[in-house]
């Protein structure tokens, strides 16, 4: 699976490094467009990321018409508490791009309204505004994994001291 993780215009530096660490973790790529709310070598930045820096495939845009420009817009959708979606009902293709938005304000409103179809939501209590955006990356993204059977992905963890018959 081509899995990617779009952020457009991200403010907090901790959020984006924990994503940066969920992008390491599955394989997925993280592509940044500007502008940036923090500076990628901020130190909050770095440290939620920890040592998973060298191990995540990022790219950086100066905004999203260099990004579709590169890319193209098949197998885009839209993360956002407007969309009409359930994320967990979505089929996703084997070359997938998942936007999500800046913290306080979500994705642009022209980008939402020129994608309605593809705009998928987490599904939340009401009166609840949003799900903080790292909680919402690595829920979206194991989702599009679970479907593809998490290939790739390893499976079982190993005990390094005890035998599992021993516990």
Avoid at 31 to 52: C, M, Q
Avoid at 69 to 76: D, I, R, S
Avoid at 123 to 139: C, D, E
């Amino acid at each position: 699976m081509n899995l990617n993780v779009v952020l457009v215009e991200p403010e907090i530096p901790q959020n984006t490094g924990n994503i940066v660490r969920t992008c390491a973790a599955t394989g997925a790529r993280l592509h940044l467009i500007k502008p940036l709310g923090f500076s990628l070598e901020d130190r909050y930045l770095k440290r939620a990321g920890l040592d998973y820096w060298p191990m995540a495939e990022i790219s950086l845009y100066e905004d999203l018409n260099e990004f579709y420009a590169k890319n193209g817009n098949c197998g885009c959708f839209y993360v956002t508490t407007k969309g009409l979606n359930n994320y967990a009902q979505v089929s996703y293709p084997n070359t997938s791009y998942v936007f999500f938005g800046k913290e306080t304000r979500g994705l642009p409103e022209e980008l939402l309204a020129a994608n309605k179809d593809s705009c998928i939501r987490i599904p939340m209590l009401p009166g609840t505004r949003s799900l903080n955006l790292s909680n919402s990356v690595a829920i979206v993204v194991y989702e599009m994994l679970r479907q593809k059977g998490f290939d790739g992905l390893q499976m079982q963890g190993r005990l390094t001291r005890y035998d599992w018959a021993s516990l």
